[in-house]
């Protein structure tokens, strides 16, 4: 059985950094696609960024340079160090995965079966 949990939200000034983590189980993680989408109040859930097994990870254009994926296989566990952080961070951010990689399309929400319930990120001075 998978299971997400995402930790690591939180308030924040802008300009300064929070690291989420993913928590998973029953899942391989050098394998395995593991995302992090967010959702903004009244916005659609978009992706933020991903990994996937041993062959890449990923990042929206708006977080490029700002926030940085990874894991730690004996954790079991998906981090995003996310750096720089301003209003327009504010979110729900949610932790997915796939068994599957998806080279194009990878940013799809529906292509990935498995959700965390979701940690809250506020930036705000």
């Known amino acids: 059985q998978v299971q997400l949990v995402e930790s690591g939200g939180g308030l924040v000034q802008p300009g300064g950094s929070l690291r989420l983590s993913c928590a998973t189980s029953g899942l391989t993680l050098d394998r395995d696609s593991i995302m992090w989408f967010r959702q903004a109040p009244g916005k659609e859930r978009e992706a933020v960024s991903g990994?996937?097994?041993?062959?890449?990870?990923e990042y929206a254009d708006s977080v490029k340079g700002r926030f940085t994926i990874s894991r730690d296989n004996d954790k079991r566990t998906v981090y995003l160090q996310m750096n720089s952080l301003q209003p327009e961070d504010t979110a729900v951010y949610y932790c997915?995965?796939?068994?599957?990689?998806?080279?194009?399309?990878?940013?799809?929400?529906?292509?990935?079966?498995?959700w965390g319930q979701g940690t809250q990120v506020s930036v705000s001075s």
């Open positions: 997915a995965a796939s068994r599957r990689y998806f080279p194009v399309g990878w940013h799809r929400a529906a292509h990935y079966e498995y």
């Open positions: 990994i996937f097994g041993h062959i890449s990870s």
